[in-house]
């Protein structure tokens, strides 16, 4: 017998291997992680792989050998058919190997083949390594599979030690506490603020034992601390701002959930769009359907686009279904932690209700019921690096297999979803209006286009202009909050040199680099370089340097000295330390801080029922981007930020900045008009084909700088796909630079497709890929691109 298996590391290759006589072939289950040898000579290096099919011949040619497969890494199959039935589809979606879809989704401990067999005999325990099973004579291997069938033996991981549960938690905030010569605990604290907690074991691996003395001192001195694998989730939790009260559904919601009902009763796959305002409770709806879900024996699966929101909801289910079986997933959780839930569901046969961010919907989810996606309309739902997918066609996927139930939840659709809806694809379950009755606030427009910089009455200047600070002083007067909305993080996004009159730059990337102030550093947001501030310019070796423009650190700053007090900074900086971003939400919960201030972070999901004004400091970030979704995300943006006002007894009211107050779009954000704006827009993507009236794609195209043959191989597949192209029926713009032109290094093309059908642009594409098969060029294809830079 046979098995075609996957391998799922690099080359992520589906190859046939012999299975070994020792098991009889009923064992070998599709699903099964195997460990199989890679490489030349008899024993080969062990990779984790998992069985595929088994057949009865090896379909390779007679000359070629076939090894044997190790050793299975489980008694039973991890993955279910389901899974492995969506790897198929997601590979040939992407032109993937079924391995490359694994090995990119599974948690990483399922992808090593690192294991031991634990055996007890005689009384008497032993363990035994692969290697040591793979040199066993075929006797004492039939005696071991023997031991595993029957249950006296198990494989197990390999033993954890407490250099790898310890965790290292940052417990200061830049700048530094420390001594500017202390360079072997700055590189520990900025390692830990750039990639979240690490093990003992991680941190020394990567930074050198020469760390490890720094590492101590660090401990002792308080800015670090040490602790179990993920002991900081209770944590976490705790420091989130008080549940909302019980509730009881109002008539609009009650409605949408008998629709929802009806349909989780269904014999056949259903979907639903819950479209409500922001404030109008949609978290209600999807509590009170995971009760009906798990009332049926049915499992929910509860996603959010951003860990914030995924840590929110799952508090609120957590209070509303106290004794709900709830599972927490997410990418920011341990390597352990994530495989832990795995194995945990992937063992379970009862319902459960989990909470999670896109990366859950590949879990092994038993008696699935049903998938509700908050807040759909977010990017965030899109991967588009390594390995790129739709979260909303994956769940579609799914609930397919289970004849379950996919509802998608927005205040404001993504358009193509509401067109759906509006061709009787998706039926529309409608929440008009706020709980409680209140109203929307309203939403004035503040031209900034003839504000000089320093117009600002408090010290140095500033973004806002004097309507929004003589509101800003307003609310504070009477007591009350208010949001500051700045879609841009950092101190200021240019550093400018007076000496010789330029900006400073990203070796890698020709990039500007953004200062923040609070770590000292000019930083690339786009490939990570960093470098001290101040340090002489690399052009000049000048000292002379001025900050242009204005970042959530820089605005913070200046609101401070406006409010006469501290306020709180929501952003991907101010959040990196666990726990930080609850502590901050926790803590103007509290009415500790009058303002807030943040990037995108802020525009969802959170309710703060004193806030009564929400100021977006500058509406025209992201809207002129090249991206045909630019009016339609700043849409949604301004529209969910205002959602942030007037969620309490008292009336709330919003003020966006703009240089362009005659743009088309600011007319449908003041009066929240989303149907109004979907018009509109739909007209201008009809008139340009632009999705939903065109399949679209994206050709990444990459070489490095220093490859001299790169341009000449760029012209030469441009040609060919022209030709191609005009074939298949296929309009082709490009290949063109990138809006980013140069990345890590790397010279950047992007060559954008329309069609009537995916499959002719993945023809294509297969087409270019057999082009430059063996040249410099990198190709990647996004699908329904949704970052176009």
């Known amino acids: 017998m046979y098995a075609r298996v996957a391998l799922l590391s690099p080359p992520y290759a589906s190859l046939t291997y012999e299975l070994p006589p020792e098991f009889p072939p009923e064992f070998w ?80 401990g399922l ?70 010569s202390a360079a072997r605990q700055i590189e520990v ?24 003395a720094a590492l101590r001192s ?39 959930l008998e629709s929802l009902r009806a349909a989780l009763d269904g014999e056949s796959a259903a979907s639903r769009l819950l479209f409500g305002v922001t404030g109008s409770g949609k978290t209600a709806v999807y509590l009170e359907l995971a009760k009906l879900c798990l009332a049926r024996g049915k499992s929910l699966l509860l996603l959010a686009p951003e860990v914030a929101l995924a840590h929110k909801l799952r508090r609120d289910a957590a209070c509303a279904l106290p004794d709900a079986p709830l599972f927490f997933y997410h990418g920011y959780q341990s390597a352990a932690r994530r495989e832990a839930t795995f194995r945990a569901l992937a063992a379970r046969k009862e319902a459960g209700l989990i909470v999670g961010t896109r990366s859950a919907l590949f879990l092994p989810v038993p008696r699935l019921g049903c998938i509700v996606l908050d807040e759909e309309h977010d990017a965030s739902f ?32 993504d358009l193509k979803t509401f067109y759906a809806a509006e061709n009787g694809q998706l039926p529309v379950l409608r929440l008009p209006r706020r709980v409680g009755g209140r109203a929307l606030p309203p939403v004035e427009l503040v031209d900034i286009s003839g504000l000089p910089q320093a117009a600002s009455s408090f010290e140095g200047g500033g973004l806002l202009a004097p309507q929004s600070e003589s509101a800003l002083r307003e609310t504070l007067a009477r007591g009350e909050q208010a949001v500051v909305l700045l879609n841009r993080r950092g101190y200021a996004p240019l550093m400018y040199c007076l000496d010789c009159n330029s900006t400073q730059r990203c070796p890698q990337c020709e990039i ?10 000019l930083v690339c947001h786009y490939c990570g370089y960093s470098r001290p501030f101040p340090s002489p310019c690399p052009q000049c070796k000048g000292m002379n340097f001025l900050p242009l423009g204005e970042g959530t650190e820089r605005l913070a700053e200046r609101l401070e000295v406006l409010a006469g007090r501290p306020v709180l900074r929501l952003d991907r900086d101010s959040t990196r330390r666990p726990g930080r971003m609850e502590e901050i939400l926790a803590a103007f919960a509290r009415l500790e801080a009058p303002i807030l201030v943040g990037t995108q972070m802020l525009s969802k999901g959170h309710h703060f029922p004193q806030v009564t004004l929400v100021v977006v400091a500058d509406g025209d970030l992201g809207l002129n981007l090249p991206d045909y979704r630019a009016a339609e995300r700043t849409f949604q943006l301004l529209v969910q930020s205002a959602g942030r006002a ?73 040609a060919a796909l022209r030709e191609r192209a005009r074939a298949c029926g296929v309009q082709l713009l490009g290949p063109a630079p990138a809006p980013l032109a140069l990345l890590r290094g790397r010279r950047r093309f992007h060559c954008l497709l329309k ?4 499959q002719i642009l993945r023809q294509l594409y297969f087409f270019a890929e057999k082009c430059c098969a063996s040249g410099p060029l990198r190709l990647f294809l996004d699908l329904d691109p949704v970052n176009m830079l």
């Not at 040939?92 to 990483?108: M, V």
């Not at 390999?158 to 420390?178: H, I, K, T």
């Not at 604290?189 to 020469?210: D, F, I, K």
Request: with cysteine; net charge positive.
């Open 29 to 108: 289950q599709p699903g099964l992680r195997v460990a199989v040898p890679l490489g030349r000579g008899k024993p080969g290096a062990l990779r984790a792989a998992v069985l595929l099919e088994v057949c009865a011949a090896s379909g390779l040619p007679p000359n070629v050998p076939c090894k044997f497969v190790c050793w299975p890494l489980e008694n039973l199959p991890l993955l279910p058919p389901e899974l492995l039935a969506l790897t198929e589809d997601l590979g040939r979606r992407q032109g993937l190997a079924p391995g490359n879809i694994l090995g990119h989704l599974l948690p990483q």
């Open 111 to 180: 992808r090593s083949a690192r294991a031991c067999l634990r055996r007890i005999h005689a009384g008497q325990t032993a363990s035994l390594s692969l290697r040591r099973i793979a040199e066993a004579d075929a006797a004492e291997r039939s005696e071991l599979a023997q031991a595993l069938r029957t249950g006296e033996a198990r494989m197990l991981a390999p033993g954890a030690d407490a250099a790898s549960e310890e965790f290292c938690q940052l417990r200061a905030e830049p700048p530094w506490p420390v001594r500017p």
């Open 189 to 212: 604290l900025e390692y830990l603020h750039e990639h979240g907690a690490a093990s003992r074991r991680r941190l020394l691996q990567n930074l050198g034992q020469a760390a490890a």
């Open 218 to 256: 660090l401990l002792r001195a308080g800015h670090l601390a040490l602790v179990r694998e993920d002991a900081g989730e209770g944590v976490e939790q705790e420091l989130l701002p008080p549940p909302p009260a019980p509730f009881s559904l109002n008539a609009d919601q009650a409605q949408a």
């Open 382 to 413: 899109k991967q588009d690096e390594s390995m790129p997918y739709q979260a909303k066609e994956v769940a579609w996927f799914r609930v397919a297999q289970a004849q379950a139930l996919l509802l998608l939840g927005s205040a404001t659709p």
């Open 512 to 521: 500007g680099l953004t200062y923040h102030k609070g770590r000292e550093k």
């Open 646 to 718: 007037g969620r309490g007894e008292k009336p709330g009211r919003v003020l966006i900045q703009t240089r362009d107050v005659g743009h088309y779009c600011w007319q449908y954000v003041q009066t929240g008009d989303y149907e109004g704006f979907y018009a509109a827009e739909l007209a201008r993507r009809r008139l340009r084909r632009y999705p939903p009236f065109v399949r679209l794609a994206l050709i990444r195209i990459s070489f490095a700088v220093a490859e001299p043959k790169g341009p000449a191989a760029l012209n030469e597949l441009a």
């Open 755 to 758: 069609a009537e059908n995916w």
